[in-house]
């Protein structure tokens, strides 16, 4: 038999008409929607009160025969009668928060044997998918059920009302608790002041390009140790580039504040190495720091690891890869369109787990043979396709890389693309493996100084 009650639906919509202005009730009405209800006539009646209650027009058992009358749908929702009999076989509206958990479980049941289902057919069509795809689409349904057991919400078209509903709740979220609903921040005080006030909005694509010994991966395991400490969030690293003992040695050194130098030869420090390593430990403490060092993983390796980690923790905030030509792309035509799909593919993954992804990408060559080389999103090597899939799109500069006699530390970070605020330029400083603030008037300054006084052999 198909999971249902429809005891507990006929309770609920009978304690609705008793007393639908108290809070127990209001909390029912966030709880559920229309489909939520297994029965035809118990969804065309909650439809109905949902609308009367957005009107702030009351509910009993004569407006809401009413309603329904004006619409032509009494006869659906089982006429006058029907009504009511669940308003008099419902003595109050004390139980009516537990009658609707049991409808939302029994609809949370049925849309997960929906969902296997699928999967099963799925399996048995011969539809020109290899078992590979077969076994992508079923991942994909698994994330479905788990989002819906929690949200309540499902994939594919829904009403504009249904959607404006979820906003109204999210935006009151907000004010009620900005911290819970904010986005991610990147651990960098003056880059999170110009993300303000969304900061990273959950299930975007941030891109940070550069040319080689510019930053991107203390960058990379800056924001990733930043989201694991102080978001409190499972931080997800795919390093390519770098050996996972190597990712975590540096880590180590950022928060720490240590030069790595220590863990080698003659440079020990017994101050400074307890200092390391109790750093450390605090990271290991937080179980929010996931590494993979796979060389070349391709897109959908990324992806099911990801999701395994969202089944297990339930939540992500951020996945970090470094970097994008590194990994394994599909055969195509050009190394552009190669690229482009797995730009397209982070950012549904994204979209998917709500959560940052955070894809580092090498830059090419000829930026350097322009008089200002600081990096354009037009600069990604490979692909176009990264201004068009991106939310963020960060270029990583520093002067020292092409003029010894600069400060070797000084670094701008150049958020060109912002999809959801103002964009602009962010000054820090580098040493020791590690990214700090600095004040940003006096670093500006210096910069138009430095950028007004050409010196011998500059060509820029």
Request: glycine fraction near 6%; aromatic fraction near 6%; hydrophobic fraction near 35%.
């Amino acid at each position: 038999m198909i999971p249902h009650s429809i005891e507990a639906e006929q309770s609920v919509i009978g304690g609705l008409m008793l007393d639908a202005g108290s809070e127990r009730c209001q909390t029912v009405m966030s709880m559920l929607k229309p489909e939520t209800f297994f029965n035809r006539a118990h969804q065309v009646i909650f439809a109905e009160m949902r609308e009367l209650t957005a009107k702030q027009h009351p509910i009993d058992l004569v407006t809401l025969f009413e309603a329904l009358e004006a619409k032509s749908v009494s006869d659906i929702a089982g006429g006058f009668a029907y009504l009511a009999e669940m308003s008099n076989n419902t003595p109050s509206s004390a139980n009516i928060v537990h009658y609707a958990m049991v409808v939302r479980e029994k609809a949370m049941e049925r849309y997960g044997i929906d969902k296997l289902t699928s999967a099963t057919e799925l399996l048995y069509t011969r539809n020109g998918m290899s078992t590979a795809q077969k076994f992508e689409a079923i991942h994909t349904l698994f994330t479905e059920i788990t989002d819906y057991s929690k949200t309540g919400s499902r994939r594919g078209l829904r009403q504009f009302v249904d959607v404006m509903d979820d906003w109204v709740t999210e935006v009151e979220g907000r004010w009620e608790n900005t911290d819970a609903t904010r986005g991610l921040s990147t651990g960098i005080q003056s880059l999170d002041d110009l993300l303000q006030p969304k900061g990273l909005v959950k299930g975007a694509l941030l891109v940070v390009g550069a040319r080689p010994k510019m930053g991107k991966t203390t960058l990379y395991s800056q924001m990733a140790v930043n989201c694991a400490e102080n978001e409190e969030l499972p931080a997800l690293m795919f390093s390519l580039e770098m050996p996972d003992k190597q990712i975590i040695e540096r880590m180590i050194g950022q928060v720490s504040r240590v030069n790595t130098d220590v863990f080698y030869g003659d440079r020990y420090d017994d101050v400074q190495v307890s200092t390391a390593f109790a750093a450390g430990a605090r990271l290991a403490e937080t179980k929010n720091l996931y590494v993979d060092d796979t060389p070349g993983v391709s897109l959908s390796h990324i992806v099911a690891e990801c999701r395994r980690i969202k089944r297990e923790r339930g939540t992500v905030g951020m996945v970090l890869v470094d970097y994008l030509t590194l990994m394994t792309a599909e055969k195509s035509e050009r190394n552009d369109l190669a690229y482009g799909l797995i730009t397209k593919g982070l950012k549904n993954l994204a979209k998917e787990l709500n959560c940052v992804v955070v894809l580092l990408t090498q830059l090419n060559r000829d930026l350097e043979k322009r008089t200002n080389k600081r990096p354009l999103p037009s600069d990604s090597r490979d692909t176009g396709q990264i201004e068009q899939d991106c939310d963020y799109w960060v270029g990583i500069y520093r002067e020292g890389a092409y003029d010894e006699t600069a400060d070797q530390s000084a670094t701008e970070l150049l958020l060109r693309l912002n999809r959801h605020g103002k964009t602009g330029v962010v000054h820090c400083e580098q040493r020791n493996g590690a990214i700090y603030d600095c004040d940003q008037m006096e670093a500006e300054m210096r910069r138009r100084d430095r950028d007004e006084k050409p010196y011998a052999g500059r060509d820029f």
